[in-house]
């Protein structure tokens, strides 16, 4: 079947980075500098609409696979916390990422903020969220993301979206009677503790801002370099 619209030849696609720059000054904390992008990306959402989530990131696992050989698998999630510590995304633990965070806890998230022309990649080893921490999330989450959470057996096959209504129709009737819907066991929060956070700002001429953070020998701060584009 021809598209309607055909792509143009992908080679020769162009766009200009002119969107902003990235100084030798950046602050010396990443999370600092996170947090102004961060704020920039809802202010370009309310601005000008093109930016729909900005907590929207790629996460990237590994998947060992029977054979035990590394495959690289992505998925978008929505960031819900950060801090100094890291940061927060919740999911059902059961699901592919959650079985593969299992095996192997390095991962990768990717905030891809295209409009801004900027992207921040952070590299780091996944732990569990405190059992309290999760329960706290849960308990704001709106009631049907409560149910959907209990009806979906997360990357696991169903025949037909028949079936899954229908599960989620079986667990509204289960908890009917409740105003408060328990957090599933298999459900909860990943903090990822970054080694690693790279700010990309795209400039003109491909000769892109990379700045990239390292935590210093102290534990306490961080090492900061440009590295070119």
């Known amino acids: 079947m021809t598209a309607a619209h055909p792509a143009p030849h992908l080679g020769d696609d162009r766009n200009d980075y002119l969107a902003g720059s990235l100084a030798d ?56 916390a950060h801090d100094a510590s890291g940061f927060v995304v919740y999911t059902n633990k059961d699901s ?21 022309q900027r992207q921040v990649r952070v590299d780091g080893r996944i732990e569990d969220v405190a ?51 328990p957090r599933p066991p298999r459900w909860g929060g990943y903090l990822l503790v970054p080694d690693r956070i790279e700010f990309w700002q795209g400039r003109g001429g491909r000769m892109h801002d990379r700045i990239v953070y390292s935590p210093a020998a102290d534990g306490a701060t961080w090492e900061r370099e440009r590295l070119q584009p």
């Open 25 to 80: 000054e950046a602050p010396a904390d990443p999370m600092g500098l996170f947090d102004v992008w961060m704020q920039d990306a809802f202010a370009r959402r309310e601005e000008h609409g093109d930016l729909p989530d900005p907590t929207a990131l790629v996460l990237s696992t590994v998947d060992r696979g029977d054979d035990g050989a590394p495959r690289p698998r992505s998925r978008t999630v929505l960031l819900k």
């Open 96 to 116: 592919a990422k959650g079985r593969e965070i299992a095996t192997d806890p390095w991962a990768t998230m990717l905030f891809p903020w295209y409009p801004l």
């Open 131 to 181: 059992d309290e921490v999760s329960d706290a999330y849960w308990a704001r989450r709106p009631r049907g993301s409560q149910l959907g959470a209990w009806a979906s057996h997360q990357s696991d096959p169903v025949g037909t979206r028949e079936e899954l209504d229908a599960q989620y129709a079986a667990v509204e009737d289960r908890f009917a009677e409740q105003e408060q819907i």
